[in-house]
């Protein structure tokens, strides 16, 4: 499993910030997709951190399976850290 954070500026004083989290390899339907899935849901559980977007509970989420794996992509509005 993967998770990556990215910031886009929003405006001049909040970022996007968008997390999205990729399972390991697993064909659509199978038992493999059924537990990259449980796998995802129990690090939400376990790993508060896994719910955030840099500082922020995410704001709206997806969650998709490609075919391939599945794909959690969570957002949130973030407020910009002052120098």
């Not at 990556?4 to 997709?33: G, M, Q, W």
């Not at 537990?35 to 849901?41: D, K, N, S, T, Y």
Request: with cysteine.
């Amino acid at each position: 499993m993967t998770r990556t954070l990215k910031k886009f500026f929003y405006n001049v004083s909040s970022e996007r910030v968008v997390v999205t989290i990729r399972s390991d390899f697993c064909e659509k339907d199978s038992v493999e997709a059924r537990r990259a899935l449980a796998e995802i849901f129990t690090n939400f559980v376990n790993s508060p951190e896994f719910l955030f977007c840099d500082s922020r509970l995410f704001e709206k989420a997806t969650l998709s399976h490609d075919g391939h794996q599945w794909i959690f992509v969570g957002e949130a509005i973030v407020p910009k850290e002052m120098e």
